[in-house]
Structure formats: structure tokens, C-alpha cells
């Protein structure tokens, strides 16, 4: 298990930008896939973007088109999520993910581990 504490979260404006952190302790973050998931009131959590351990596979879920960028610093045990040109749409609870398989780490199901979820707020 790994433990992980989201942070980076707030109120923005439409058009704006946020990067969400999320710091890993426990076992070895070098060789754990991570996510990032978001849930709006009402709605299901869905996938975000994943990455690999490595940080040189990442994928999107189809709504990011090229706004959002998942990255990783293995040295401070942590993932990032730039979000840029954030809409209404956007706003939810965003949640770090952790997995041993990279496959696994973008199923909401299958999730070894979860962060406890930051806010992200864009108002129009």
C-alpha cells in the first residue's frame, strides 16, 4: 500500500489554470503506476490521465484534449496534473491514484490505492 496526499486545489476562473499535486509515502513510488480520477456531484468518478512508473506512457481520458498533462517526479515522490483552460465543466472532487500495474491504475475499480481528494472549482 502507498499513502497519498492530494493538494493544489481551489476556486478559479473559466480560462484558467491549476496544478494539482500528490504526494506518495510508503513503498517504492518509482515502481507504481498513478492516475489522477474526478467526481462532480451527482456523477461517477471518472478516469483523468494515467502515467507509467517511469513517466514515459501517459494517457488521457478523450474529454482532456490537450489540456491537461500528467507528469511525475520519482525523486520527491510525486505526480502532478497541470490543468490548463479549465471550464465549468471541470469542477469535482479530483483524486490521486496508485497502482502496481499500469492497466489497473486507470480502472476506477481496480484501484490499489486512493488519495482522499481535492476540490477543483471553475466558475464561469
Known amino acids: 500500500q502507498v499513502q497519498l496526499v492530494e493538494s493544489g486545489g481551489g476556486l478559479v476562473q473559466a480560462g484558467g489554470s491549476l496544478r494539482l499535486s500528490c504526494a506518495a509515502s510508503g513503498r517504492t513510488f518509482a515502481s507504481y503506476a498513478m492516475g489522477w480520477f474526478r467526481q462532480a456531484p451527482g456523477k461517477e468518478r471518472e478516469f483523468v490521465a494515467r502515467?507509467?512508473?517511469?513517466?514515459?506512457?501517459?494517457y488521457y481520458g478523450d474529454f482532456v484534449k490537450g489540456r491537461f498533462t500528467i507528469s511525475r517526479d520519482n525523486a520527491k515522490n510525486t505526480v502532478y496534473l497541470q490543468m490548463n483552460n479549465l471550464k465549468p465543466e471541470d469542477t469535482a472532487v479530483y483524486y490521486c491514484?496508485?497502482?502496481?500495474?499500469?492497466?489497473?491504475?486507470?480502472?476506477?475499480?481496480?484501484?490499489?490505492?486512493w488519495g482522499q481528494g481535492t476540490q477543483v472549482t471553475v466558475s464561469s
Open positions: 502515467i507509467n512508473p517511469s513517466g514515459g506512457s501517459t
Open positions: 491514484a496508485a497502482d502496481e500495474s499500469f492497466v489497473r491504475v486507470g480502472v476506477v475499480s481496480s484501484v490499489g490505492s
